[in-house]
């Protein structure tokens, strides 16, 4: 069956433009993550969204970054005026239920790469 | 959630056993233990979880200390596509659902 998928898988842009990313999450998945890795770092989460509920923002590494989920489904990850720090690999997770931390499995797409220049 | 301790890096033979330890000395009653790996330009995948019982699946085994302070992956005959990075994640029943991924431990398989 299908899963995560994210696009663009590469995407490479200037420093001060305002970039996109896409996740459509596995069909019937009510949460949804983003996270980032930079190079030889760890994976950071950004933002979780829940159904219908406000997303926890609180990994948000600053205001240029933003997020929604529209119908509950397709995710856009929004960051403007990039900088160069913010070249990283994006990861889109989606998991059926996503109450109850504890037995939860997330389920991940391929990731985007961003380079900044 | 809690923090995990795992070794930097591992190496093992192909077609032999792994296991893959990682410590939670602060883990709390509520905590589950997971694992995820992540292939080489891939996304994390998850591998398996327990509570406190061993868990077996098709990918892997889990064997959890009975004070559930440390745990180890294992792997029964580790292949070239085995080598990854092994998070172990502990996750609150209650609490947040990100998932807070350490450093990992780099699994690299010779042939």
């Known amino acids: 069956g299908a899963g995560v998928s994210q696009s663009p898988s590469n995407k490479v842009t200037e420093k001060g433009k305002d970039v996109e990313l896409r996740c459509d999450p596995i069909s019937g998945h009510t949460a949804l993550y983003w996270y980032r890795q930079s190079l030889g770092q760890g994976l950071e989460f950004l933002i979780y969204f829940q159904g219908n509920s406000a997303p926890d923002k609180s990994g948000l590494p600053s205001d240029r970054f933003s997020a929604e989920r529209t119908g509950g489904s397709v995710s856009t990850l929004t960051i403007q005026r990039t900088q160069q720090e913010d070249s990283a690999v994006y990861l889109c997770?989606?998991?059926?239920?996503?109450?109850?931390?504890?037995?939860?499995?997330?389920?991940f797409g391929p990731g985007t790469r961003l380079t900044v220049l | 959630d809690a923090k995990t301790t795992q070794p930097n890096s591992m190496e093992s033979n192909e077609e032999e056993p792994v296991h893959l330890p990682c410590n939670h000395s602060t883990i709390s009653g509520t905590d589950y233990i997971h694992w995820y790996r992540q292939l080489p330009s891939q996304g994390p995948e998850y591998v398996i979880h327990g509570l406190t019982s061993n868990v077996n699946n098709r990918m892997a085994s889990l064997a959890i200390a009975e004070d559930r302070k440390s745990s180890t992956l294992i792997l029964h005959r580790a292949t070239l596509r085995d080598a990854a990075v092994y998070y172990c994640?502990?996750?609150?029943?209650?609490?947040?659902?990100?998932?807070?991924f350490g450093g990992g431990t780099r699994l690299m398989v010779k042939p």
């Open positions: 994640i502990l996750r609150d029943h209650n609490a947040g659902n990100m998932l807070t």
């Open positions: 997770a989606s998991s059926l239920v996503g109450a109850g931390g504890g037995t939860d499995t997330q389920y």
